[in-house]
């Protein structure tokens, strides 16, 4: 797909920045109970941090970061003994605890408390490559929204928890890409969020040296790295293909451009309205623009996720939005369309791309500008996606171009 398919001068650009943002990234344990390909924390066991040292990374977000959510992280949170105790902490300082987990460890009673601790979400990562057994093994993207829709029906049982999940999207995954989206169609009703990742690791076709500061580094040792020549410049656009297949008009209305790239698209979120297996439409910039800012104007940040009661306001949004937006118009229009859907609940749901780092041809490295994904290592904000080079070397890398004849 070229890139000028989508035009950045055409979508909002979320105001997200380092010190007022969505989102904030907490990692309260570095352990996992999966292998997922391309992760980009090391497994550790005896990792969990202590509560008062969670609440000392709490307190550099919130003394250095204005957010609406915490994204609590890993690892896997829910194998961190003292996650309930956490969720409420969180809670307790007005601020949304949202829970990025596999989801392995989930069962009823667990989320019961975790609700009770005042819970707002939960984003499931799912995909094929996570070394899952059982009856999930070897099972592919279109296979798994099985086990996706486990996890939506026991947060819908529960109820008042929102329902994201997300994906890792590699070269033999693409192709899932847009039949994973007409699912969460069917299901718009107790899913609210899905969120599309591209792939990426240092693979050995990167035409760079890297460097801690002036001391090269062998490849290799760097946490995230594949021995293998893998593809690993799957780009947003890309992603909006392949949704294009089935939804022809689907229309992103914001996004995150990159910190070297500005017409790159490093967050690519699309708003739809629909109902159970049909969708309407696409919200545009000036929808999204007027969402953020009210939210801030009311609230003092900027939204992260909506609730599930929120999300379920499609036609009161619609009617609300429509006289400012040229998008919600055509959905509205087309929902009008048929007079029984009069009788059917309208939803609103969230389709994010993700494009992690990039590299440039001089080796520049371009990052999220904006990047809500940023924790807390040695007292100072850093990106969460790079957070095993400050552990390994004190410090990010720099990929130097390799000079000819020198591979």
């Known amino acids: 797909m070229n890139g000028q398919e989508v035009n950045h001068r055409e979508l909002y650009r979320l105001p997200w920045n380092l010190a007022d943002n969505a989102i904030s990234w907490l990692e309260p344990t570095a352990i996992c109970n999966l292998a997922c390909d391309g992760c980009y924390r090391e497994n550790e066991k005896d990792s969990h941090k202590t509560l008062d040292e969670i609440k000392r990374e709490l307190d550099v977000f919130q003394s250095k970061r204005n957010s609406d959510c915490i994204s609590i992280a890993g690892g896997d949170p829910l194998l961190h003994p003292q996650i309930v105790e956490i969720v409420a902490e969180i809670k307790k300082r007005g601020l949304k605890p949202i829970l990025n987990t596999n989801g392995a ?31 999930w093994k070897g099972k592919n993207e279109i296979e798994l929204n099985e086990l996706r829709y486990e996890y939506a029906r026991m947060l819908a049982d529960e109820g008042g928890i929102a329902c994201s999940f997300n994906s890792t999207v590699y070269e033999d995954t693409l192709q899932y890409l847009p039949e994973m989206i007409k699912w969460a169609e069917e299901n718009i009703d107790i899913v609210h969020t899905m969120v599309f990742i591209a792939f990426r690791h240092v693979v050995p076709n990167l035409p760079f040296d890297w460097y801690a500061g002036g001391q090269k580094i062998d490849w290799q040792a760097i946490a995230y790295h594949s021995d293998n020549e893998r593809k690993v410049d799957i780009l947003s656009t890309d992603m909006v293909a392949e949704a294009r297949k089935i939804y022809p008009d689907f229309s992103p209305s914001a996004y995150l451009n990159g910190t070297e790239k500005v017409d790159s698209f490093k967050w690519l979120l699309t708003e739809r309205f629909g109902s159970k297996g049909k969708i309407y439409g696409y919200a545009g910039a000036k929808f999204m623009e007027m969402v953020m800012t009210f939210h801030h104007l009311l609230k003092g940040t900027y939204l992260s996720y909506a609730s599930p009661g929120l999300a379920s306001m499609g036609r009161s949004t619609m009617l609300i939005s429509f006289l400012f937006d040229r998008g919600v118009r055509k959905a509205f229009a087309n929902y009008l369309k048929n007079p029984l859907n009069i009788f059917r609940k309208v939803h609103m749901q969230t389709i ?56």
Do not use: Y
Request: net charge positive; with cysteine.
């Open 352 to 407: 994010l791309f993700i494009q992690p780092v990039d590299f440039m041809q001089d080796g520049r490295q371009s990052m999220c500008d904006g990047c809500p994904d940023i924790t807390v290592w040695d007292g100072d904000l850093v990106w969460s996606c790079r957070l095993e080079e400050q552990k390994q070397f004190g410090m990010f890398l720099r990929s130097v171009p390799k000079r000819q004849g020198n591979g």
């Open 105 to 135: 460890a989930l069962d009823k009673s667990l989320l019961k408390d975790l609700k009770k601790a005042g819970v707002f979400g939960f984003t499931f990562h799912v995909d094929s490559k996570q070394g899952r057994g059982g009856k």
